[in-house]
């Protein structure tokens, strides 16, 4: 009786109500329509990942370049960022000048709205080096990345951000 009494819907309020309940189907029908769009975007994204992280393991450095938007942003853990490709070419070349990728890539988490995206997950593998220098290995990287399509309907790295998912061992100085 108490509830009965407080949640009454006052007359003029109704057809408001009416309103919303049908913007609101209205929409959440829209939703269900880009479901089968997101997903064929979702394959897209996954390509692209898997297309960057193959071309670097072949040592195509080009190729790689060429995934990134020429306003992108790298982000690597402890630097400051890095702008556009005309400044994070030079900052990645000397990798593939001097080593041999084997990277894989667990993607966790991909999603789209409209011309934007982004996907999460982690990166490992190893960097051989062409020079007697030890072998250098990627544990358990997490990455962000940032994606936007082209004029041409490509996707492209807008923004790239990764850091080491556990922290450096700290040294204890007694």
């Not at 994204?45 to 393991?57: D, F, M, P, R, S």
């Not at 966790?108 to 080096?129: D, I, K, L, W």
């Not at 082209?150 to 790295?157: E, F, H, L, P, Y």
Request: include cysteine; proline fraction near 6%; charge should be negative.
């Amino acid at each position: 009786m108490y509830i009965k009494d407080r949640v009454g819907i006052n007359s003029s309020f109704r057809p408001l109500l009416c309103l919303v309940l049908f913007t609101s189907s209205c929409v959440a029908s829209k939703q269900g329509d880009q479901t089968n769009y997101s997903a064929d975007e979702k394959q897209a994204i996954e390509k692209t990942l898997t297309g960057i992280i193959e071309t670097a393991n072949a040592g195509d450095f080009e190729s790689v370049m060429s995934y990134f938007a020429h306003d992108a942003v790298a982000m690597p853990s402890g630097e400051m960022p890095v702008f556009g490709t005309e400044l994070i070419r030079p900052r990645i070349q000397p990798m593939f000048d001097q080593s041999q990728l084997f990277i894989f890539l667990t993607s966790e988490e991909t999603e789209v709205s409209g011309n934007v995206a982004f996907a999460r997950g982690y990166v490992s593998g190893r960097m051989e080096p062409r020079s007697s220098a030890p072998t250098r290995y990627i544990d358990q990287n997490e990455y962000l990345v940032i994606l936007r399509k082209d004029s041409g309907s490509r996707w492209k790295i807008a923004r790239l951000m990764w850091h080491p998912m556990w922290p450096p061992p700290q040294t204890i100085v007694q």
